[in-house]
C-alpha cells in the first residue's frame, strides 16, 4: 500500500479480527524502507533502527522517533488509507 500524496510505503495489518493497523515503512532516522515485519519487528537495513510492527514504537536506535500511524476506514470489504495520524 502507497501513503496518500507521498506514494511512500505503509504496511497494513490485521492483528485481530475487524482491526487494522498502518505504519509507515519510512524510517524515520534517515528515510530508507524498512523491511516487512519479522518476529513483531520492523527493522531498517540502513543504520538497524528497530520499530515495534504493532505500533511503531522505536524498540533500538539510532531512530529516536517512531513510524507514523494512517487511519484506515472500510467500506464493506474495502479498506481505504486515510491520512498521516502522527
Do not use: W
Not at 20 to 43: I, K, M, Q, W
Request: proline share 8%; aromatic share 6%; charged share 15%.
Amino acid at each position: 500500500m502507497a501513503a496518500p500524496g507521498s506514494g511512500d510505503p505503509v504496511y497494513l495489518q490485521q492483528p485481530e479480527e475487524g482491526r487494522y493497523t498502518a505504519l509507515s515503512g519510512v524510517c524515520t532516522h534517515s528515510g530508507c524502507t524498512v523491511n516487512p515485519p519479522e518476529d513483531g519487528r520492523f527493522v531498517c537495513p540502513c543504520h538497524n533502527s528497530c520499530f515495534d510492527a504493532a505500533t511503531g514504537a522505536v524498540l533500538q536506535g539510532p531512530a529516536t522517533k517512531a513510524l507514523a500511524r494512517f487511519g484506515i476506514t472500510r467500506t464493506g470489504d474495502q479498506l481505504h488509507l486515510g491520512t498521516e495520524t502522527a
